[in-house]
């Protein structure tokens, strides 16, 4: 039971006044604003809160500037290409008019030696190869963008109930407080474990306390693990698309229920799921 003493004691510290004293330059009196303790507390946690979630704000704002700056490019390229396409068009209808004569003195009779419309090959040619180049960036990037989009992990590996989060914890056997380098993800046994991203399978066994395992390796430094799988439905070497069965859940190894442990690592280190979970990267 609760000791009704203690709680009272802890209330009263909380809401202990804290004075603080306001003294200006002039000759004005100090000015006192008595606060709470519990109230400096929940102001600076509040602070925090805001100066993650501005600065949180700030780097998504930066990447999307980027990413439309180089779409804006891109978009002025194709201006170019679809200008310099224009004029080959123009100058095919030229000479097809012209050889449709049929004969050499009506071709030079009907000739336009204007300014106006006339054609520099030499000048076109660089056109045309700048053009090729640029598209062959475009390609490139964009093909890099939908890699990385493909590798980067996105969503669950199975719906159900964040039984555990990532982070400090106490272990559920030891009782000891430990890091949690993944989240766990509760449900009915049996359910499908879905592959979060593309990769190659890395491993796929019987792995001690982790049970049934798979471990996908995805590029551009991630890799995700699936642990206390049921069964595992992949091998080694075998490549997988996001979405793809991997396994089925289970609570095989130290698993104290029925459950996914699921992790997700960038260049070598664990890091949050809750982030790709959530599409972000």
């Keep these: 039971?609760?000791?009704?003493?203690?709680?009272?004691?802890?209330?009263?510290?909380?809401?202990?006044?804290?004075?603080?004293m306001l003294i200006p330059h002039s000759n004005t009196k100090p000015f006192n604003l008595k606060v709470p303790s519990i109230g400096i507390v929940i102001s600076i946690l509040l602070w925090c809160i805001g100066t993650v979630y501005v600065f949180s704000v700030a780097v998504d704002t930066f990447e999307y500037h980027d990413m439309k700056k180089k779409l804006n490019y891109y978009s002025q390229q194709f201006l170019e290409l679809d200008s310099t396409i224009s004029a080959l068009k123009k100058a095919e209808t030229e000479f097809k008019r012209l050889f449709s004569f049929g004969s050499k003195d009506k071709v030079i009779e009907n000739i336009d030696t204007s300014n106006s419309g006339s054609i520099d090959i030499e000048h076109l040619k660089e056109q045309i190869k700048k053009t090729t180049e640029t598209v062959g960036e475009i390609k490139d990037y964009l093909r890099l963008q939908k890699d990385l989009y493909?590798?980067?992990?996105?969503?669950?590996?199975?719906?159900?109930?964040?039984?555990?989060?990532?982070?400090?914890?106490?272990?559920?056997?030891?009782?000891?407080?430990?890091?949690?380098?993944?989240?766990?993800?509760?449900?009915?046994?049996?359910?499908?474990?879905?592959?979060t991203a593309d990769g190659i399978?890395?491993?796929?066994?019987?792995?001690?306390?982790?049970?049934?395992?798979?471990?996908?390796?995805?590029?551009?430094?991630?890799?995700?693990?699936?642990?206390?799988?049921?069964?595992n439905t992949v091998k080694v070497g075998q490549?997988?698309?996001?979405?793809?069965?991997?396994?089925?859940?289970?609570?095989?190894?130290?698993?104290?229920?029925?459950?996914?442990?699921?992790?997700?690592?960038?260049?070598?280190r664990s890091v949050n799921p809750h982030t790709y979970i959530k599409g972000r990267s």
């Excluded at 039971?1 to 603080?20: G, Q, Y």
């Excluded at 559920?172 to 989240?183: A, D, L, Q």
């Excluded at 490549?239 to 095989?252: A, H, P």
């Design 239 to 268: 490549k997988v698309s996001r979405g793809e069965v991997v396994g089925y859940l289970g609570s095989t190894g130290n698993a104290t229920g029925p459950h996914v442990h699921y992790e997700v690592w960038k260049d070598g």
């Design 201 to 231: 399978v890395s491993f796929s066994g019987w792995s001690g306390g982790s049970g049934n395992l798979v471990v996908l390796e995805h590029g551009f430094g991630f890799s995700s693990f699936y642990a206390h799988n049921k069964m």
């Design 150 to 195: 493909l590798a980067t992990p996105k969503g669950f590996p199975v719906m159900g109930t964040i039984s555990s989060s990532y982070g400090k914890r106490e272990h559920p056997r030891s009782g000891e407080e430990v890091f949690h380098t993944g989240i766990d993800i509760s449900t009915s046994p049996g359910n499908p474990i879905r592959a």
């Design 1 to 20: 039971m609760f000791d009704i003493h203690k709680i009272k004691n802890v209330l009263k510290k909380a809401f202990t006044p804290v004075t603080i």
